[in-house]
């Protein structure tokens, strides 16, 4: 038997694979084979439901004191194009994406040098008063660390803190290449990756549910998306306090880290959200993040082991900063649209994966 079906009759019987065996299939060219099996995976969790939610994407301020790499997005304090949103403003989007049908705001933004941890718990009380039927998912756990630095405040403090005001989930957001050598040549300032599972694991103790990112593309080696994935799977076996991997596609086009970085393929994109699928056996959830991917390598992942595609999103800019070709928005007609094409079923959901309406 060949290492490729010894992976295969693992997937089939619903056996975890081992991290070798996950270099190996980045070592495959057989695209479809690893197609197959990751739908494998999937149809065992989720049967051919896909999940979407109609979500909006507010980002209070690109100020920020860390400049990452890679980062498109960020601005230092007078920059041209450096803002921060009024908590009138904040409140305005909040109640429109509400009065649309919105379930979610999801909110991220720089670390601003000026602003106090106050200032945020202020965000969550003012959207919780101004859309009260919007779940708040907000602030990656690098936002996290350093409310935590500006206030004096432990991370467990913060978090409490934050859920008093109004906080019902965290993004993935932050993550990066948790490997510490990748981290040192794309974001050096940024918490070192042990950090960042500290923080998360912080928050599932707390009753938080968080999603997780992986930035590829760049300068990072298969071996650091495995190992990258390896630490999320060995965290999500303590806590199970994961709902989605996340894989996001670097854009170069307007980053600092260029390097002669020309992107992902959509064959790359592909292969990394399958096995991600196959590797990741304690997660339920693998979201193909359209605004990053396309809305096309995006709808063909959903025969590459993907489940869900993420939100309606309304004026994303992190991805758009960096040179994301896709729409800033999706209406829910069009992703039910994407998701019946590809031969699936559209599954309207809420933050926590609680299904809404089936299509």
């Given at each position: ?31 479809l ?5 990751a739908a ?10 896909v ?7 507010i ?13 498109a ?14 908590l ?13 049908g ?11 040098p000026?602003?106090p ?25 690098v936002?996290i ?26 993004p993935?957001g932050?993550?990066e ?93 592909l ?31 959903l025969a ?5 595609l ?28 994407l ?19 089936v299509?």
């Amino acid at each position: 038997m060949s290492t490729f079906e010894a992976i295969a009759a693992k997937v089939r019987s619903a056996q975890r694979i081992s991290t070798d065996e996950a270099l190996t299939l980045f070592g495959s060219n057989d695209l479809l084979a690893i197609g197959e099996l990751a739908a494998l995976a999937n149809e065992h969790k989720n049967g051919r439901n896909v999940f979407f939610n109609v979500n909006r994407h507010i980002n209070p301020t690109n100020i920020c004191v860390n400049r990452c790499a890679f980062c498109a997005f960020s601005r230092t304090s007078g920059e041209e194009g450096a803002y921060t949103l009024a908590l009138d403003e904040i409140c305005r989007r909040a109640g429109e994406a509400q009065d649309e049908g919105a379930t979610e705001v999801h909110i991220v933004g720089g670390l601003h040098p000026d602003l106090p941890f106050e200032y945020y718990e202020e965000v969550l009380r003012a959207i919780r008063t101004a859309a009260p039927r919007l779940h708040i998912k907000a602030f990656t756990a690098v936002e996290i660390d350093y409310f935590a630095r500006i206030s004096g405040n432990s991370i467990q403090q913060v978090l409490e803190r934050l859920k008093t005001a109004g906080l019902g989930s965290m993004p993935g957001g932050g993550a990066e290449i948790l490997v510490e050598e990748v981290r040192q040549k794309i974001c050096p300032e940024k918490i070192p990756g042990q950090r960042w599972l500290e923080i998360i694991r912080l928050a599932h103790r707390d009753g938080l549910k968080t999603n997780a990112t992986m930035l590829y593309g760049h300068v990072e080696t298969h071996a650091d998306r495995v190992a990258h994935m390896d630490m999320l799977r060995r965290l999500q076996d303590d806590t199970c306090g994961f709902q989605a991997f996340i894989p996001l596609a670097f854009q170069p086009e307007n980053s600092d880290l260029k390097l002669d970085i020309k992107g992902t393929s959509g064959l790359d994109d592909l292969k990394t959200l399958a096995i991600a699928r196959i590797f990741l056996d304690n997660f339920d959830h693998i979201k193909a993040y359209w605004v990053m991917l396309g809305e096309k390598i995006a709808q063909v992942s959903l025969a590459f082991g993907v489940n869900d595609l993420d939100g309606t999103v309304v004026e994303e800019k992190i991805g758009h900063d960096a040179g994301a070709p896709s729409p800033q928005s999706l209406s829910k007609e069009g992703i039910i649209s994407l998701i019946r094409k590809a031969g699936r079923i559209p599954v309207e959901r809420d933050t926590l994966y609680r299904p809404l309406r089936v299509f």
